[in-house]
């Protein structure tokens, strides 16, 4: 079935890990979306990515990375967690930019 | 500073009840709106607006688009129990994709 797929669905992790928030579509998609979902703040756009090979920071970017080594995955690094990093991550991709977005099922994260 | 302000923030209703759910603007070089759904996981597309003044209709739902005003309204008739979930309104700015949400209405219909 075409679509998103994110993994893990759920983690619990230690202040301090690295962790890896997979995000693969297969609807050749070329842009691609990261977001956090907290209460009484909506989704904010932490990076994007409108091609393959290329990324762009967004509102919430720091303490985040991304990359895009081709059309199909684009993967979310915490390179060392914090507490205030808790949140529900959505990932999400479009045709191009500028088109509607679809979003996957969403992993939430809790750093203790 | 690009925002966008939805309201209520919540809201409780009975089935078969007519909501209006809204959502406010102000960003640099608009491009388009879009309303989505958000039930247990991911936020589902519903609209997407460009043009003031036309309407989208998908059967029970509709939207408009003031672009004057800066803002849009989400209609849903007759309301059923599984229209109940958090609507969110998002506009996308200078063509670049990058949406910027709402906070959302959580919607709640009572049987």
């Known amino acids: 079935i075409a679509g998103i797929t994110q993994a893990p669905t759920s983690q619990i992790l230690a202040a301090g890990r690295r962790m890896t928030l997979r995000c693969t579509q297969d609807m050749r998609h070329n842009a691609m979306y990261w977001y956090r979902q907290d209460l009484g703040l909506g989704l904010r756009l932490i990076h994007y990515?409108?091609?393959?090979?290329?990324?762009g920071k967004g509102e919430v970017p720091d303490g985040y990375s991304v990359s895009r080594a081709n059309t199909d995955d684009f993967p979310l690094t915490l390179a060392s967690a914090v507490p205030s990093q808790t949140s529900v991550y959505f990932c999400?991709?479009?045709?191009?930019?500028?088109?509607?977005?679809?979003f996957g099922p969403g992993t939430r994260l809790t750093v203790l | 500073e690009d925002k966008v302000v939805q309201s209520p923030l919540s809201l409780v209703v009975h089935e078969g009840d007519t909501v209006t759910l809204n959502c406010s603007y102000e960003v640099t070089n608009f491009r388009s709106l879009l309303w989505y759904k958000q039930e247990k996981k991911a936020p589902t597309f519903l609209f997407m607006l460009?043009?003031?003044?036309i309407e989208k209709k998908s059967g029970r739902l509709s939207s408009i688009l003031d672009k004057k005003e800066l803002f849009s309204i989400l209609n849903i008739t007759a309301t059923q129990t599984g229209d109940s979930a958090i609507y969110l309104c998002a506009v996308d700015h200078s063509n670049t994709g990058k949406l910027i949400f709402g906070q959302g209405t959580t919607l709640q219909v009572k049987p």
């Open positions: 460009t043009s003031s003044g």
């Open positions: 999400a991709s479009s045709t191009d930019r500028g088109d509607t977005q679809y």
């Open positions: 990515s409108n091609t393959a090979g290329t990324t």
